[in-house]
């Protein structure tokens, strides 16, 4: 099988094919992680929290940024590399376009950024500028103090539109695919099947195209694993195995589970 592209994925949601996303931050994860068969490798900046230690992902900068995406494009043949736009470095479309640009050019294939309005001309920027766009939705951790914690997004009626509202004019604006992150099952369902990019969700629902975790969650290094993650290492019994258990239950349909794995 070829790379993993934009495009492929595009196709999985057309034929109604899900794939699997884990996040990786160095080269030996990305190895493991590719040769399993996940299609997606997220280099994310949640490795201020599983990597460096912090309490949030704010402190990580565009140096960490592209210092580990370098690291898993070493490791990786296959997978599509997605990376994170780190705190800040959508200030400005121009601040946007550099920052992105540093990260292609450490080996990203796609670019996500956490989204609201603001953001709009930020990711019609990059799209001109031939970079693929991931629109991150709902539960931002950049914004986790203006949230006030980590909550659930999309709960009250208005919220849920807004937010809806959001997903058409991020994917307008160029977006080449979502990723929606803690909001209701009902409005993660709603968004995927609403839209035509493909929809990547974590606490979202089992209607998304695609699912990500962190993978720390994934083999149990995670003291107080967040509810809609899960431990495959268990069914798995090895690291290889639980990749594998976890892209299997992804693509067959078995994970994430309605009501266990999502917010109502």
Do not use: W
Not at 108 to 127: F, S
Not at 187 to 195: D, P
Not at 196 to 208: E, H, K, N, R
Not at 232 to 256: C, I, K, M, Q, T
Request: hydrophobic fraction near 45%; glycine fraction near 12%; charge should be negative.
């Amino acid at each position: 099988m070829g790379a993993i592209t934009v495009n492929t994925l595009a196709e999985r949601r057309r034929a109604g094919e899900r794939f699997a996303c884990l996040t990786a931050y160095d080269a030996s994860f990305a190895r493991l992680l590719d040769e399993q068969g996940v299609e997606v490798i997220l280099v994310g900046d949640s490795l201020g929290m599983v990597v460096q230690g912090h309490e949030t992902t704010l402190p990580v900068t565009l140096d960490d940024m592209v210092y580990h995406t370098a690291a898993v494009a070493r490791g990786a043949r296959r997978a599509l590399i997605m990376a994170d736009l780190p705190f800040l470095g959508d200030a400005d479309p121009a601040t946007a376009l550099a920052q992105s640009g540093a990260l292609m050019r450490a080996g990203a294939h796609m670019i996500k950024i956490e989204c609201g309005a603001t953001q709009i001309p930020v990711v019609e920027r990059l799209v001109d500028a031939g970079i693929p766009v991931c629109a991150h939705l709902g539960l931002t951790p950049q914004a986790v103090h203006r949230m006030g914690g980590y909550r659930v997004q999309g709960r009250d009626a208005e919220a849920a539109a807004q937010l809806e509202s959001l997903a058409g004019r991020l994917e307008k604006a160029g977006a080449q695919a979502l990723l929606l992150e803690g909001v209701t099952e009902g409005l993660a369902t709603a968004v995927a099947r609403a839209g035509d990019v493909p929809v990547i969700g974590i606490g979202a629902s089992p209607a998304c195209d695609g699912q990500v975790l962190v993978i720390a969650d994934v083999i149990g290094l995670t003291p107080n694993p967040p509810r809609f993650a899960r431990d495959f290492l268990a069914e798995g019994g090895s690291l290889a195995g639980a990749v594998r258990a976890y892209v299997g239950a992804v693509r067959e349909g078995r994970f994430p589970e309605s009501g266990v794995h999502t917010f109502s």
